[in-house]
């Protein structure tokens, strides 16, 4: 209240909220700094990050946005925008800043590779979906979201539901006997469907032998 300008006060303010995940209170006085001609990479990532945990997508973009003219090439930008584009379904500009994120990036790879299956399942690119979420296991085999997308991409991609049957059992059996799997929405879902496609599979043998 004494200083009401001073930058130095207020910067180090909104850098005590954002560490603490007061987002509403993060958002204020960086918004406050930039009011008052503050304007670095630090400050729009943060603020970014604090409207992106508020589900404020966007906003959360703006700023991203801005804090990639400090840094051009920045894969971690370019990931974090191609997830908030896929939250909005601004499926070309999620392409883009996917691809962007795989081409600047170091190995590993896999959450980006991840995010661009996500983006091409979106727009119902098979294709291009079981092409990236196959390179994101590639660099991790462990990467459960990306397994559990190949099983979903496989069930609208492949015609041999035998196939995709085989991927969501091993899904299935990989993570059962995990210590949260009662809880696992994932989890709950691949064995709904396991049910599902060993029905659709007998009626389909029944009938042929008809």
Same mark, same amino acid.
């Given at each position: 209240?004494?200083?009401?300008?001073?930058?130095?006060?207020?910067? !180090?303010?909104? =850098?005590? @909220? @954002?560490?603490?995940?007061?987002?509403?209170?993060?958002? !204020?006085?960086f918004e406050?700094?930039?009011?008052?001609?503050?304007? !670095? =990479?630090?400050?729009?990532? *943060?603020?970014?990050?604090?409207?992106? #945990? +508020?589900?404020?997508?966007?906003?959360?973009?703006?700023? @991203?946005?801005?804090?990639?003219?400090?840094?051009?090439?920045?894969a971690h930008?370019?990931? %974090?925008?191609?997830?908030?584009?896929?939250?909005?379904?601004?499926?070309?500009?999620?392409?883009?800043?996917?691809?962007?994120?795989?081409?600047?990036?170091? =190995?590993?790879?896999?959450?980006?590779?991840? %995010?661009?299956?996500?983006?091409?399942?979106?727009?119902?690119?098979?294709?291009?979906?079981?092409?990236?979420?196959?390179?994101?296991? #590639?660099?991790?085999?462990?990467?459960?979201?990306?397994?559990?997308?190949?099983?979903?991409?496989?069930?609208?991609?492949? &015609?041999?539901?035998?196939?995709?049957?085989?991927?969501? &059992?091993?899904?299935?059996?990989?993570?059962?006997?995990?210590?949260?799997? *009662?809880?696992?929405?994932?989890? *709950?879902?691949?064995?709904?469907?396991? %049910?599902?496609?060993?029905?659709?599979?007998?009626?389909?043998? +029944?009938?042929?032998?008809?």
């Amino acid at each position: 209240e004494s200083y009401p300008t001073n930058v130095e006060i207020i910067g !180090t303010l909104a =850098q005590s @909220y @954002y560490y603490k995940g007061w987002n509403e209170e993060t958002i !204020t006085w960086f918004e406050k700094l930039i009011s008052l001609g503050q304007n !670095t =990479q630090f400050i729009r990532e *943060k603020l970014g990050n604090a409207y992106y #945990k +508020d589900r404020m997508y966007e906003l959360a973009i703006k700023n @991203y946005l801005e804090a990639l003219k400090f840094s051009p090439e920045d894969a971690h930008l370019h990931a %974090t925008l191609a997830r908030l584009y896929n939250y909005i379904e601004d499926l070309k500009a999620a392409e883009m800043h996917g691809l962007f994120a795989i081409l600047y990036k170091d =190995q590993p790879l896999d959450e980006e590779y991840y %995010t661009l299956s996500r983006t091409y399942e979106m727009k119902k690119d098979w294709a291009n979906a079981m092409k990236y979420v196959n390179h994101s296991l #590639k660099e991790n085999p462990d990467n459960k979201n990306a397994e559990y997308t190949r099983a979903i991409v496989a069930d609208n991609y492949y &015609e041999d539901k035998r196939a995709v049957l085989k991927l969501y &059992e091993d899904f299935v059996k990989k993570y059962d006997s995990s210590k949260y799997a *009662k809880y696992d929405p994932t989890l *709950k879902l691949a064995k709904e469907r396991v %049910t599902s496609l060993n029905r659709e599979i007998f009626m389909a043998d +029944d009938s042929e032998e008809e």
